[in-house]
């Protein structure tokens, strides 16, 4: 039923046939039949035949391509929830909210592409009208993009949106986990008749499919939403042929700090949306929280009465529901990393249980983790599920020591209201994301990553600066 997606055409995969499997029971949702290298390197070579007709598109023209693509994929956004519920185990409605990212994320693309201007530039030794510069934005080329597996959709919004825009034709890969909705973008771009080789949908092994990507000499870029390690090793792959450009965002450890002055309620509440809002796995996620000492039970206590209304379930379970880890071995590594956790010394409050009639599945009970230590894996590893490390801490700028104590440097939090601790957190923390007080983000927003947790952004135009190439031109009069 699923097919690749190459030069405007629908084709069967005629690779490695591999089972794709449903996270809440482990059932077979579908036996897909992958690219193949051969078919890989197809749409290569068409991408880069067709980057010369859609560079020269007025990028207005190509903004209304984006637009009718949009329109066509929320028509059909229910289909496309069905198939996310399934494949990603995660509730009917948190799926649905990855189909209106992708709206929001490439409509904004829609209209910043218009924007995008040039500028000219002064030469100080000589007079108005004796040197002329300017400065203009030209399409870059080729783009392979590699997304992950817990929001696709919205994910693909995030390549797609500004590489239609920029006028570079993109190759994208879905996560092997979870391929199926992103190949359905396919045939909706083949229903509205997509010009030949601008977007193409390919999806299998990485030692295959990323790989063949990767070690072209065709991208003019790399971009990957995934794991520091997927990181390196596509950067690896890529410089083996050509110089290339890289936009990542990669793995996260990310620091929370509530202080004394936070509200507490507020701050509680937040913690369990975000660390049950798909199990956990999301690259920003809490993962070191480190709470003052005079609201340490107080936040403890609150977050273990809030952990109630949560359950395990997925598509369209009704409540307070948290879907289960992607894979099975996913929830073996949260369950080993709670073991080991209290194994140290971390006292397991609640939660961190496989939850009863549910055990087919890759479920886990969200676990409350006190008196959590810096040398626990919890705290040296990106956790991606739902377990919630808590520690106290007495002096704002230790913690802050600690905070930055680590590799990655994408996203952290704060609670707190007194405006010289804000300021020192916000100067002092090491990521490229600082959330104050819950403040949120949006498609006109940067997300940048920091340290090994990536190179350049998503969202907003710095992100669509990145598909551009800049061209100067000086000129004598």
Same mark, same amino acid.
């Given at each position: 039923?699923?097919?690749?997606?190459?030069?405007?055409?629908?084709?069967?995969?005629?690779?490695?046939?591999?089972?794709?499997?449903?996270?809440?029971?482990?059932?077979?949702?579908?036996?897909?039949?992958?690219?193949?290298?051969?078919?890989?390197?197809?749409?290569?070579?068409?991408?880069?035949?067709?980057?010369?007709?859609?560079?020269?598109?007025? #990028?207005?023209?190509?903004?209304?391509?984006?637009?009718?693509?949009?329109?066509?994929?929320?028509?059909?956004?229910?289909?496309?929830?069905?198939?996310?519920?399934?494949? /990603?185990?995660?509730?009917?409605?948190?799926?649905?909210?990855?189909?209106?990212?992708?709206?929001?994320?490439?409509?904004?693309?829609?209209?910043?592409?218009?924007?995008?201007?040039?500028?000219?530039?002064?030469?100080?030794?000589?007079?108005?009208?004796?040197?002329?510069?300017?400065?203009?934005?030209?399409?870059?080329?080729?783009?392979?993009?590699?997304?992950?597996?817990?929001?696709?959709?919205?994910?693909?919004?995030?390549?797609?949106?500004?590489?239609?825009?920029?006028?570079?034709?993109?190759?994208?890969?879905?996560?092997?986990?979870?391929?199926?909705?992103?190949?359905?973008?396919?045939? #909706?771009?083949?229903?509205?008749?997509?010009?030949?080789?601008?977007?193409?949908?390919?999806?299998?092994?990485?030692?295959?499919?990323?790989? /063949?990507?990767?070690?072209?000499?065709?991208?003019?870029?790399?971009?990957?939403?995934?794991?520091?390690?997927?990181?390196?090793?596509?950067?690896?792959?890529?410089?083996?042929?050509?110089?290339?450009?890289?936009?990542?965002?990669?793995?996260?450890?990310?620091?929370?700090?509530?202080?004394?002055?936070?509200?507490?309620?507020?701050?509680?509440?937040?913690?369990?949306?975000?660390?049950?809002?798909?199990?956990?796995?999301?690259? /920003?996620?809490?993962?070191?929280?480190?709470?003052?000492?005079?609201?340490?039970?107080?936040?403890?206590?609150?977050?273990?009465?809030?952990?109630?209304?949560?359950?395990?379930?997925?598509?369209?379970?009704?409540?307070?529901?948290?879907?289960?880890?992607?894979?099975?071995?996913?929830?073996?590594?949260?369950?080993?990393? #709670?073991?080991?956790?209290?194994?140290?010394?971390?006292?397991?409050?609640?939660?961190?249980?496989?939850?009863?009639?549910?055990?087919?599945?890759?479920?886990?009970?969200?676990?409350?983790?006190?008196?959590?230590?810096?040398?626990?894996?919890?705290?040296?590893?990106?956790?991606?599920?739902? #377990?919630?490390?808590?520690?106290?801490? /007495?002096?704002?700028?230790?913690?802050?020591?600690?905070?930055?104590?680590?590799?990655?440097?994408?996203?952290?939090?704060?609670?707190?209201?007194?405006?010289?601790?804000?300021?020192?957190?916000?100067?002092?923390?090491?990521?490229?994301?600082?959330?104050?007080?819950?403040?949120?983000?949006?498609?006109?927003?940067?997300?940048?990553?920091?340290?090994?947790?990536?190179?350049?952004?998503?969202?907003?135009?710095?992100?669509?600066?990145?598909?551009?190439?800049?061209?100067?031109?000086?000129?004598?009069?």
């Amino acid at each position: 039923m699923y097919k690749q997606y190459i030069n405007g055409e629908l084709v069967q995969g005629a690779g490695v046939r591999v089972k794709v499997l449903d996270p809440a029971d482990n059932s077979v949702i579908e036996e897909l039949d992958t690219a193949s290298e051969e078919q890989c390197l197809a749409a290569l070579e068409a991408a880069q035949a067709a980057f010369k007709d859609w560079a020269a598109t007025p #990028i207005g023209e190509r903004a209304q391509w984006l637009d009718k693509f949009i329109n066509a994929i929320m028509a059909e956004k229910e289909t496309i929830a069905e198939l996310l519920a399934a494949e /990603t185990g995660k509730p009917y409605k948190t799926a649905m909210e990855d189909l209106y990212g992708f709206e929001d994320y490439a409509r904004y693309f829609v209209h910043e592409g218009a924007r995008m201007e040039g500028t000219t530039v002064y030469t100080p030794s000589k007079a108005y009208g004796e040197l002329y510069h300017a400065v203009e934005r030209r399409p870059l080329g080729v783009v392979v993009a590699h997304i992950a597996w817990n929001y696709p959709i919205a994910m693909a919004a995030l390549k797609i949106g500004p590489a239609m825009v920029a006028g570079d034709p993109i190759i994208l890969k879905p996560a092997s986990d979870t391929p199926l909705a992103t190949l359905y973008l396919g045939e #909706i771009a083949a229903k509205i008749g997509m010009p030949k080789g601008v977007l193409n949908l390919v999806s299998g092994p990485s030692n295959v499919v990323a790989k /063949t990507l990767n070690t072209s000499k065709i991208p003019s870029m790399i971009t990957l939403i995934g794991s520091s390690d997927t990181g390196r090793r596509a950067m690896h792959e890529a410089s083996t042929s050509s110089i290339k450009r890289f936009s990542m965002e990669l793995g996260g450890n990310a620091p929370v700090i509530v202080m004394p002055d936070a509200d507490i309620d507020f701050a509680v509440k937040h913690c369990i949306a975000f660390k049950c809002d798909n199990a956990g796995q999301i690259c /920003t996620n809490y993962n070191r929280i480190y709470v003052h000492a005079s609201v340490y039970e107080e936040y403890l206590a609150k977050l273990e009465e809030g952990l109630k209304e949560v359950r395990c379930g997925s598509k369209h379970d009704e409540g307070y529901i948290m879907g289960p880890m992607i894979t099975r071995a996913a929830r073996d590594r949260i369950l080993e990393l #709670i073991e080991e956790a209290r194994s140290k010394g971390a006292a397991l409050v609640c939660g961190g249980t496989i939850p009863e009639g549910l055990e087919a599945g890759n479920f886990v009970t969200p676990a409350l983790l006190r008196d959590v230590t810096e040398d626990m894996r919890v705290s040296r590893e990106e956790i991606f599920g739902p #377990i919630i490390a808590v520690r106290k801490f /007495t002096d704002l700028d230790s913690v802050l020591e600690k905070a930055n104590d680590t590799d990655l440097g994408l996203a952290s939090y704060f609670f707190g209201h007194d405006a010289r601790d804000i300021a020192k957190a916000f100067e002092t923390l090491q990521t490229g994301d600082v959330y104050i007080n819950g403040g949120g983000g949006g498609a006109h927003t940067p997300h940048i990553g920091m340290k090994q947790s990536g190179i350049g952004c998503d969202q907003s135009r710095w992100s669509l600066e990145e598909y551009f190439q800049l061209k100067r031109v000086s000129m004598i009069p």
